[in-house]
């Protein structure tokens, strides 16, 4: 089973200083402005992507007219509709850059930003001209991990049927669901996010990457640590404090590191696809599996390019190593809503 090709797209509005701007004219206290400050200038990020304000209307969401611009946010029903039309776009976007597909035997698409019925599965795969035959799935809400569970299902599939040919689509539009509160952890969870679209192509036919066993695991008592709630005004986004200490606690575990790297030695392993969900949960990565500071180069470049793109930023991780050295014994790893961490193995097919 092979990830033959990775194609990604992001919308073309640059929205991530604008956004630090804004959060910090709700941090009213001294100290926590200077927390935002000092932790917006070392998240390693540079640049996120938002299909906000609408294509021609220029300026930033929270400008005036912007879609964020009034003194209470959209609710829920205007941002998914902005979802339903935007997110089929740029998931086009993405798999249109893998080029020539063939003929697609199933499509399974993860989304986890917004929900629409037909399913945005059936919108791209109408656009662009599936056959009604294709077999179809959907993965919604699993959160950043959610391009594991699609690549592994995708896996599954060709093992299943080797003529099968699977079209994967990762499509999030994180800033969408922009909160207005006054809290600092909420506003820095929401500075990590942005949009993007990763598609891959699956098949029994050799080369790009060898898909090896997929693995999963929870780490205890710690449901409450990564959350979306929905509410009247969009998604809210739940991303404690506490999450990078303690995934550098259940990696310093040796039963927990083992289960989270597919059983394999972290010294034995020449690429890391890590999901980029923020600079310290890759530095809590590094330090807990003693990796060389080369290891996540990947990683911490989709983090300063795109930011955290939800389930499609481990998809730009693996597109970069697809086109970089060959890789003998790789190994991707998410960490999402659970706290779950899954991945796979993986390696260069020549």
């Not at 506003?187 to 036919?205: C, N, R, S």
């Not at 509410?231 to 990696?251: Q, Y």
Request: charged share 15%; net charge negative.
């Amino acid at each position: 089973m092979y990830l033959n090709a990775i194609g990604t797209a992001v919308p073309g509005h640059d929205i991530h200083h604008a956004f630090i701007a804004w959060a910090r004219e709700r941090l009213i206290d001294s100290r926590s402005a200077k927390l935002f400050d000092r932790m917006a200038a070392r998240s390693a990020i540079g640049h996120r992507w938002s299909i906000l304000p609408p294509t021609g209307s220029g300026g930033s969401p929270v400008d005036p007219q912007g879609f964020y611009a009034d003194a209470i946010l959209p609710g829920t029903a205007a941002r998914m509709a902005i979802y339903a039309e935007a997110a089929p776009m740029l998931g086009i976007a993405a798999i249109e850059a893998l080029g020539d597909l063939g003929d697609i035997t199933h499509f399974v698409v993860a989304s986890c930003t917004g929900f629409v019925a037909p399913g945005i599965d059936q919108i791209v795969a109408r656009r662009i001209g599936l056959s009604p035959s294709v077999e179809r799935l959907l993965i919604g809400f699993m959160g950043c991990y959610a391009a594991v569970a699609a690549l592994r299902t995708a896996r599954h599939i060709v093992r299943s049927d080797p003529a099968a040919r699977v079209l994967v689509l990762c499509v999030e539009l994180s800033t969408l669901h922009l909160q207005d509160v006054a809290e600092i952890e909420p506003l820095l969870a929401m500075l990590q996010f942005g949009d993007g679209a990763a598609a891959a192509l699956v098949t029994a036919e050799p080369g790009g990457f060898v898909l090896g066993a997929p693995f999963a695991t929870t780490l205890p008592e710690s449901e409450g640590l990564i959350r979306w709630d929905i509410t009247d005004r969009g998604f809210a986004m739940h991303l404690s404090g506490e999450v990078p200490a303690r995934i550098a606690a259940g990696l310093a575990d040796p039963v927990f590191a083992q289960a989270a790297t597919g059983g394999r030695d972290p010294a034995e392993i020449d690429g890391w696809a890590v999901h980029a969900g923020g600079r310290s949960i890759l530095d809590a990565v590094e330090g807990a599996l003693h990796l060389p500071a080369e290891a996540l180069v990947a990683s911490r470049g989709v983090l300063a390019d795109n930011g955290n793109m939800s389930s499609a930023t481990l998809m730009f991780v693996l597109a970069r190593l697809l086109s970089g050295s060959p890789i003998a014994d790789g190994v991707a790893l998410a960490f999402g809503p659970g706290l779950a961490a899954e991945g796979f193995g993986f390696r260069s097919a020549v």
